[in-house]
């Protein structure tokens, strides 16, 4: 779950890598003896939950760990002074920070490792010590609840529904993509997302805490990296343009990283899955537009492509906005109807295959949790402090939670003539011949690479540390075809 969190780092000349949380000790967490709990009947389950959330994990380069470091507030649970964070309105905490050892203390080793996986699992964000100095990072909560349902399937379902016809060929490629996006977003709002809902009544955060979380969302997705000031060095003196391909161009984001020092198989798996994804956007594109100065006159498609990229929270900022001209703010930003056909092509193909990709593969890996969340002795959303567990009344709202969970969705991958096959949506359409094609070609790229990641896995127990395991989160045969609950 954290594979996509990976960073890599220099330290004392050498390379090591690193899976940081540390960030969220900042945020405040539930005290052992919450005052609302003695007139607040729903506050009793938090009750026993006073500790941080966060720890750092760093690995050597052939991925042995080094250390964890974990901070916490400093002194009793009351450790909380001000007013440095009253700007942000909370009270900041106090930390020290404690490093373990793999060596050390098996107790104290084993409680560690317990922090590195819960802390993962509700989210991650960035080494410092302050909410204040909270640096671009993703973060479960963040990158699924925040990130895949209410920014980006949400926004690119508004967008499908008001700036394309019911018989655009766009429209008829998103729609298994967007299937029953609306109904299920609806529903994490209500069941996960609401004030006094599943999520408030089961991570360790108060209600102040899990607030400033979802107020950092925005900063905290994987791709706000690229933005301007964001954590990607190399995209230093990088034009608008290009920013805002590498974060709607999984291909340029990964290869960022890569650049970066982070490639990993999952890495390579997920890149591999991205570029059958543009393939068929491409080609089903070619199908319906045969210049790319025809899909630039197709007011449809640009509108898709424009709503899509001023709504999302990570493109927003560097896409000019109605009656904002060609520059807003403290940095230029791209007017998408003006850019030259060949660049408005290419960016509304990578962006209509980036939605494709994170509806799938992203919600597969960071929203896929049950495997983790259904034993709290392996990782859990809270814990009283100092035991490697959570208790019994973690264990009950983390079954709950888990339990509205997964409302099955067709499979992306689909045999001709399947309940999964969504061939018929192109009759009718523009490009009708060309869009089956290019969607045969599709499934029969999917399932190539399915046996590929199947031989893969059955060639784990051959390979030696640190890759005797096998991938699936990037499988097109495990993968639905929209983000589910
Ligand atoms: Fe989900």
């Not at 590929?452 to 127990?461: K, L, Q, S, T």
Request: hydrophobic share 45%.
């Amino acid at each position: 779950m954290g594979a996509h969190r990976v960073e890599a780092l220099e330290e004392a000349g050498r390379r090591v890598f690193a899976v940081r949380t540390n960030a969220l000790a900042a945020l405040p967490t539930l005290p052992r003896r919450a005052p609302m709990m003695r007139r607040c009947p729903t506050h009793d389950v938090n009750a026993e939950s006073s500790t941080s959330i966060g720890a750092d994990a760093y690995f050597d380069e052939s991925w042995r760990v080094l250390r964890i470091e974990r901070c916490e507030p400093a002194g009793s649970a009351a450790g909380r002074v001000g007013p440095s964070g009253a700007a942000r309105g909370f009270e900041a905490r106090q930390l020290t920070t404690r490093t373990f050892y793999p060596d050390g203390d098996p107790a104290a080793w084993e409680y560690a490792k317990f922090c590195v996986r819960s802390s993962v699992f509700t989210l991650v964000t960035a080494p410092r010590r302050s909410l204040a100095e909270i640096q671009p990072r993703p973060a479960q909560v963040v990158d699924h609840l925040f990130e895949l349902h209410l920014d980006l399937s949400t926004a690119a379902a508004v967008a499908l529904r008001e700036t394309l016809s019911a018989s655009h060929p766009l429209r008829r490629l998103l729609t298994p993509f967007l299937h029953q996006t609306i109904t299920v977003n609806d529903r994490a709002h209500d069941l996960l997302v609401a004030e006094r809902s599943m999520v408030s009544r089961t991570l360790a955060f108060t209600g102040e805490g899990l607030q400033l979380a979802w107020d950092a969302a925005p900063s905290l997705v994987c791709a706000a990296a690229m933005q301007p000031g964001g954590a990607a060095a190399e995209l230093s003196g990088a034009s608008p343009f290009e920013r805002l391909m590498h974060i709607v161009d999984r291909e340029r984001y990964l290869e960022a990283r890569r650049a970066g020092g982070v490639d990993t198989p999952y890495e390579r798996q997920a890149g591999r899955l991205y570029r059958v994804f543009k393939a068929y956007v491409e080609a089903s594109l070619r199908a319906v537009y045969p210049t790319a100065a025809s899909l630039a006159a197709d007011a449809e498609m640009t509108g898709f492509a424009e709503g899509l990229l001023r709504s999302l929270s990570t493109t927003a900022p560097l896409v000019a906005q109605p009656g904002a001209g060609s520059a807003g703010g403290t940095h230029e930003v791209v007017a998408v109807r003006g850019l030259p056909p060949p660049q408005l092509a290419e960016l509304c193909t990578c962006l209509i295959a980036t939605v494709c990709d994170r509806v799938t593969a992203g919600h597969e890996q960071a929203g896929h949790l049950a495997v983790y969340a259904k034993d709290v002795r392996f990782c859990a959303w809270r814990w009283p402090v100092g035991e490697a567990r959570g208790n019994k009344q973690s264990a009950i709202t983390q079954a709950i939670l888990t339990s509205f969970t997964f409302m099955p969705m067709p499979k992306l991958l689909a045999a001709p003539g399947s309940e999964d096959d969504w061939s018929h949506l192109f009759g009718g359409v523009a490009g009708e011949e060309g869009l089956r094609a290019s969607y045969a070609d599709f499934q029969r790229e999917l399932r190539a690479l399915a046996d590929d990641f199947d031989a893969y896995n059955a060639a784990a127990p051959t390979r030696p540390f640190p890759d005797g395991w096998g991938l699936w989160t990037n499988h097109p045969a495990l993968l639905e075809v929209s983000v589910n609950l």
